[in-house]
């Protein structure tokens, strides 16, 4: 197996575990956080698609999908690309106002769509190319997309979890 079909394959997995994350879910229960100060399902699911479609953005030098529709009033928030989430406090997970789970699932499914064609393109030495240097090794872009992927996983976890703990409450 190629590089790049094990890439698409774990990437490919995240829009399924996203819906299963959100279905059934009112607007009111992707805001309730699941204990105090914890992150909600619906910020968990946006922040995971704005670190993957800021990231997958920067590599491919383009917009990000959240800037190139009304993706930012479906959450409300403003269109700022640098919004991704990190460094978040509680109150900020809690401003986020998903309007409902099909934002959420819009958002994510036009950013995979994106990292998916993205993918199927790259060759093996496109891996190796250094992305960061702001780092010591510098970043390659095998290594930004292993640290996405990985990111997005977690999250995604954490969100079916909290979405378990919601439901049971």
């Known amino acids: 197996m190629e590089a790049r079909d094990l890439l698409l394959e774990v990437f490919d ?16 229960q992707l805001r309730q956080p699941p204990g105090p100060g914890a992150n909600t399902v619906g910020w ?17 030098d383009a917009e990000q ?19 991704t989430g990190f460094g978040h406090s509680a109150a900020e997970v809690a401003a986020l106002a998903p309007r409902d789970a099909d934002a959420l699932v819009g958002y994510h499914e036009a950013v995979a769509a994106r990292t998916r064609d993205f993918l199927a393109g790259l060759t093996p030495a496109d891996l190796d190319r250094v992305v960061d240097e702001n780092w010591d090794p510098p970043v390659t872009l095998g290594v930004r997309l292993a640290s996405v992927a990985d990111d997005d996983l ?8 909290a979405r378990g703990l919601i439901e049971r409450s």
Request: proline share 3%.
């Open 154 to 161: 977690q999250h995604v976890g954490q969100a079916a979890y």
């Open 44 to 60: 968990l699911v946006w922040h995971l698609t704005r670190v993957q479609d800021s990231h997958v953005a920067e590599v491919l």
């Open 13 to 28: 997995r995240l829009p399924g575990l996203v819906r299963e994350a959100v279905r059934t879910l009112s607007a009111e």
């Open 65 to 83: 999908v959240w800037l190139t529709s009304d993706w930012a009033d479906a959450f409300g928030r403003t269109a700022d690309p640098a919004d």
